[in-house]
Each structure stands twice: as structure tokens, then as C-alpha cells.
């Protein structure tokens, strides 16, 4: 048993730290061979300082840069810089996990003009480049504003110089052609911070990449003043660990700022995370307005056994397109929280007054959806949310029609509104709004939390058993297969009464109330919904941490008995006994009295009290002592544990050298005290040292050691081996 929980335990160390591993030189060949061929190898060129690099970056024939000291930008500040120089041929950086520091408006530029491959598209061939930035550190003086949109300013560390292009009649738009034609890749790269006076601090974004499509792997740990990125399409590998913050302005922490960019390598609009990837992405200080994705995305996905949380100020996610979609695979969990008062999943833009249609959400088997938040009662809003207000002319009014959530069997969902004020129906979980809309559940209980009380995870007002389909459009209007039809309670269901709609009773650390955390379960292959996932009356939690069985199989030992029939810590119960009684199946005396759980269980004394009667003595130092560890006076008169008991030293409590001499007197110790000698006193060689003023000594000096409060002891010898003029030195130490 214990072989196999450190095999759980190799397990979850995989995947918590797979993600900061560098991508393997075969992934990185794959990603090149997969778009066109690159040889990085072929000119590589290592440089220590800033002339050394700009002069590389600007050499269409170096293919690869490799930093081997930290450089600082050198050259002449102002928008007019070295860095403006546009990069056309494919490149690799390779930081060595050095710094590279960048001057205010400078920034690595990208040009319209690619010479790196040829790629085919849609019938056509177009002319590409990659820009692979990996294992670095980066830093921008951000202090001061830029002198105009048009300048090449320090709106970003990698791609586009600028957020807008501004045309001959004056009018701003995004600028995709700078960076339509590349693929880009980052890997292990962390922002740094400047003490700049201002509060745009290190770095504004690390890319922008109109139209273009962007990859991540590895270790990100991006804190921006604006967007860690503004992208076409974006494709986070398989084991990324990304931490993404955004410091100082109201923005999305991804934006996909445009629509379709024909023919550019992000065209298909993706957001795609892969598996096992750890993703935290969050602007919890400014973020109001925009979610963090936020914008032109058609198609996202979470793959199998990813962790996403997304937090914001205001909405957290936002279907801002028609006819996009979300998806969680199996094991994947998307937590969305936001720190303001207002809906946290949305469906449209309030800003935009946008009138989305045909977005659809949904969770996998596996898959889990958590969301919550607070509303504030002033704006008639609920926590996932197709319509900003009831109010049709109201500047935040928005409608998403023929939209909607789905539940896939086995997979899990959690809509939770922790407002405190109670104001009637306006903090519920829910508001599909229009009755093209849906929300379904597929083979899945329902418990519901009313808006009228405070919310207990445990305790929902009302449960349903699992349903084979249950299908609400608008509030009221439920659609219910055959299995349900008989409930009559889910006549009268209006989903304007609940704060909270889950299908599960416990909390999203962890659903089952197990005691195993939801990620720990997904990790030893347990089920996160079912407290005892082999049904052999142990629960996960139990199976992991106390009695080390496998929580995926009634038998881990095969011996033919149940795990629930076994006996663990061999105390004479069985583990079900012992979960049953309160006691640990994995310690034979739980509570540490000297009793195993079995003799308390005969003797009924409390396993789970050191000292049943509360006298002062422990059980088992009672039973020693033969008293009754049920009566705090045994004898009807003194507290037991005032009684003095008169008792013998054990030969196990003498020092080696007392015992194993044969030329010296040796006395025995007896107590008159409740409590037992053999565990809290001794009897010890003392140094001659402390006897140098003696006239005579026949027999070895003792030193007598106790632990107890009380220490009325007395020496008594054998008289028939007593020599005259014998001198025993005693020395007590409490």
C-alpha cells in the first residue's frame, strides 16, 4: 500500500511541475516544420552587448540569437531608434535567462515584408515569418507618455509598434499589416519592473500581433501596464504554466482586437489552451470594462486536465462575437471570479450594446464551470447573465438570443452570487433573459440556494436526484424528460429566486466533501463527484491520507478483502469500524492513551478522550494502575489521581550500567504516587565527580530522574546482600 501512494505522489508532481520544464529542441522542430521549414541553426550569432544585438536583429542572414549577458538598450532615446528597423527574416532569441532592457519607444519590429517561407492557404501562398523569443527576461522604460499614436512608441515589447494606425484623413484603426504575416512563440519569458514616477511600470505588452497568431509554452510570468498581448490567434501548448497580470489600465489581459484579418496567420480567430496547463489571468485593480479575453475569438477551447481562473473587476468572460463558442474538455476547470458587482459571465457586450446570437457554451464530461461574484441590487443583473438590464433603454441593456450552457453528463457547474445585501430577487445566480436561450443539463442533479437567505455551501434549499434532461429557456420555462415529469416542484421553478445553482453541495475546493481536493482526485484517477469513487465505504479522503489504499479500487492489495474490510493500523477493527467510530484506521490508539481502540471499545472508554472520567489520569495509565478509568474515584472517596500506589521500578527503567554490575548494591525504587513509574522515572549512573568528598562509597552513586509532579519515592535494598557502611547518594530532578 504505501508503494502505491508514492507512486500518487511522483504522479502529482509531474503534472504540478511539468509546466516550467523548457520545451524540448524536438517540440520546437516540430513547430517550425509544421508552418514551414526554418534551420535556426544555420546562422547563430552570441552577443553581450547592445551593438552586438541590434546589429544581429538587423541581419536578414542570422537566424538565431543568443544572449550571454543581460544588455541594456544603449542607442539614442526618442521614437527614432535603431529598434525601429523592421525585421523581415525569421528569427530565433534565445535569452539564456538573461534581461534584455529596452529603451522608452524602442521595441522589436516586425515588417509586412516576410522572407522566412512560403506558406499555402485557402488556394493561395503567402509569404511568412517566425519570431521564437525564449528563456528571457524583458524590461521597457514605460516613464512618460509617447508623443503621438503614430510614433513608435513603447506600446509593446515584440510586433506592431503602436495600438492604432492613423490614415491620411486622420481617422485611427488597427494596423494588421506589420504583423499578419508571422508566427509567433514565446516561451519562459518574464516581464521585469522599472521604479519609474509614473505608474507604467516594466513592460506596456509583450506583443502585438494584429491578425497574427501567437504561442506560448513554458513558464510565463507576464505582469504588463496594459494587455500582456494583443493578438489575432492564440495557442498556449500543452504543460504551460502562465501567470498573467495587468497593472495599470482598464484592459483585457488578452485582447483579440480585430475581426477576421484575411489570410493572416490568425485569421481562424482561435483560443486554444492545451493540456495540463496552469493558467491564471487577472486585473483585479482596473479591469471594469473588459473581461480577460476579450474581444474577436471564435472558437475557445481548455483542454483536458488545464486549471484557468480568470479574474477581473468586472466580467471575467464575455462572448462578444455571434456564432462563438467555449468549450471544457475532460478534467478541465474554468474558474471565473470578479472582485466588483456585476455579472461575471456574459453574453454580449454592455458597452457595445452588442446583440450576440448562437453563442454556446459547454462542459465536457469531467469538465468543470465554476463562477461567482457579487451584483450590486441597483442594476437588475445576475452572475451568468444574457442581458445587462431589464431595462430595455438603459446604457448598459445587451441581448444574447439562441444561446447557451450545456452540462454534459458527469461534468460539473457551480453559479454562485455571495452577495450579502438582501433586496428581494436581484443578487440570483441566472437570467437567460429571452426563451431562445438555454441552459441544459444532461443526466445531472440540480441543488438550488434561495436569493432570500445567506448562502451554506452544504444546505440547498432545494435538491433534485439526477435527471436525464432538464432544459430551462427565459426563467420559468422548463422542458423535463420523462424520468422528471413526476416532480411537481419543478412546475413551479423560477430561476429568479436563486443565488446559487449547482450540482453538487459541498465547496469548488472540494466538490464531493471527500477530504481529497478536486485536483487531487483528478490526479489518482478518483471521480471529484463521489465522495467513495471503488464504493468500498471508504471515502477518497480516508483512502489517501489515513489508511494509503487506492481510492480507484475496493481491493489495492488483492488479497480478496475489502478495503473497508481490512485492518490497517492492526488494531482489531476494521477500517469501516473504525470510520464509523470516529477513530483513525490508519493509528491503533487514536487518542494516544496507552489503550488501543479495541480495548477502549471493550472497556467503553472514549477513543477519541485520553482520559474518559477526567481525573487527571490517563485510560491507560489507569488500567495499569488498576483503577477504573470510567469512575474519577475508584474507590469511592479520593480523586485517582491524589491516590498513592505504591509500585515497582521496571528493570527496562535502570541504567545499563546498574543492571549489568555484579559488585555493586543495587536498590529498588517504589512509589506512593498515581501515576506509572515505568514511563516517567529513572534510575541513572551518576559521575564520580559529585562524590570526591566522601570517606567511603560501596556501590555505584545514583542519580534518580522523574518526570512527575509528584515524587514521593523511596529506595528500599535486598538486606541479605547489603555490605555495612553503605553510602547511596540520591540526586532528584523533576
Known sequence: MKKWIGIVICLVTLISFGGTLKASAQTTSDYYQKYGVFDVEKNVVQVSNWEHFIAAYQN????????????????????????????????????????????????????????????????????????????????????????????????????????????????????????????????????????NKDNKKGVSRL?????????????????????????????????????????????????????????????????????????????????????????????????EASQVSLDSLGAAFRFEQSYSSLVIKKGAVL???????????????????????????????????????????????????????????????????????????????????????????????????????QFILS??????????????????????????????????????????????????????????????????????QDGLANELELAVGSDPMNSDTDGDGLSDGVEYYQTLTDPTKADTDGNGINDGDEDSDGDGLSNLEEIKNGTDPAKPDSDD???????????????????????????????RLGLDPLKQKTDGKTLDSDRKIGQALAVEQISEGLRDSTNEVIPSLSGQVAGVLDEQVSLEVSSLDNFDDQRALIGTPLTLKTELDKTDLTLSYDLTTLRPLVLVTLSAMS
Not at 445587451?398 to 453559479?415: C, L, M
Not at 489503550?595 to 481525573?615: A, M
Request: aromatic letters at 8%; charged letters at 25%.
Open 335 to 437: 474558474s471565473l471570479n470578479s472582485q466588483g458587482k456585476g455579472s461575471v459571465l456574459q453574453f454580449g457586450h454592455p458597452l457595445k450594446t452588442n446583440y450576440v446570437s448562437g453563442c454556446k457554451l459547454t462542459v465536457n464530461a469531467g469538465g468543470a464551470l465554476l463562477v461567482q461574484g457579487q451584483t450590486d441590487p441597483s442594476n437588475v443583473v445576475s452572475i451568468v447573465d444574457f442581458t445587462g438590464s431589464t431595462n430595455i433603454w438603459s446604457s448598459q441593456s445587451y441581448r444574447a438570443t439562441n444561446s447557451q450552457i450545456k452540462i454534459d453528463p458527469k461534468a460539473i457547474f457551480d453559479i454562485q452570487n455571495k452577495s450579502v445585501v438582501r433586496l428581494g430577487k436581484t443578487h440570483r445566480a441566472l437570467n437567460l433573459r429571452d426563451d431562445s436561450n
Open 443 to 512: 443526466e445531472q442533479p440540480l441543488h438550488l440556494w434561495r436569493v432570500n437567505r445567506e448562502l451554506d455551501e452544504t444546505k440547498p434549499d432545494l435538491s433534485f436526484g439526477k435527471i436525464k434532461e432538464l432544459t430551462f429557456s427565459e426563467d420559468k420555462k422548463i422542458k423535463v424528460s420523462d424520468d422528471g415529469k413526476q416532480d411537481m416542484r419543478l412546475r413551479k421553478l423560477n430561476l429568479r429566486e436563486y443565488r446559487r445553482i449547482s450540482n453538487f453541495e459541498g465547496s469548488t475546493a472540494d466538490y464531493d
Open 593 to 623: 492513551d496507552g489503550l488501543d481502540d479495541l480495548k477502549e471499545k471493550q472497556l467503553g472508554t472514549d477513543p477519541l478522550n485520553p482520559d474518559t472520567d477526567g481525573d487527571g489520569l490517563s485510560d491507560g495509565d489507569e488500567v
Open 60 to 195: 536578414e542572414t542570422v537566424t538565431k540569437i543568443v544572449l550571454t549577458a543581460d544588455i541594456n538598450d544603449t542607442s539614442k532615446p526618442g521614437p527614432f531608434g535603431p529598434t525601429n528597423y523592421k525585421r523581415k527574416n525569421s528569427l530565433e532569441i534565445d535569452g539564456q535567462d538573461h534581461q534584455l532592457t529596452l529603451r522608452r519607444y524602442h521595441g522589436l519590429r516586425t515588417s509586412e515584408d516576410t522572407t522566412g517561407f512560403t506558406e499555402s492557404k485557402n488556394g493561395r501562398s503567402f509569404s511568412r515569418s517566425f519570431f521564437h523569443m525564449h528563456d528571457i527576461k524583458i524590461r521597457q522604460n514605460l516613464e512618460g507618455d509617447p508623443i503621438s499614436f503614430h510614433d513608435y512608441s513603447s506600446f509593446s515589447f515584440v510586433g506592431s509598434p503602436s495600438t492604432y494606425s492613423v490614415s491620411k484623413d486622420g481617422s485611427k484603426g488597427f494596423d494588421e499589416n506589420e504583423t499578419k504575416n508571422w508566427y509567433f512563440r514565446f516561451g519562459n519569458v518574464t516581464t521585469e519592473t522599472d521604479d
Open 207 to 303: 506583443v502585438i500581433a494584429y491578425g497574427a497568431q501567437v504561442n506560448l509554452y513554458g513558464k510565463m510570468n507576464l505582469s504588463t501596464s496594459s494587455e500582456n498581448m494583443s493578438i489575432g490567434s492564440l495557442v498556449v501548448e500543452s504543460g504551460t504554466d502562465w501567470q498573467g497580470k495587468v497593472e495599470s489600465d482598464d484592459a483585457a489581459v488578452v485582447l483579440f482586437p480585430t475581426s477576421s484579418v484575411r489570410y493572416g496567420t490568425g485569421s481562424n480567430q482561435e483560443l486554444t489552451i492545451g493540456q495540463n496547463c496552469q493558467i491564471t489571468l487577472s486585473n483585479t485593480s482596473h479591469g471594469k470594462s473588459l473581461p480577460a479575453f476579450s474581444g474577436h475569438y471564435k472558437g475557445a477551447e481548455i483542454g
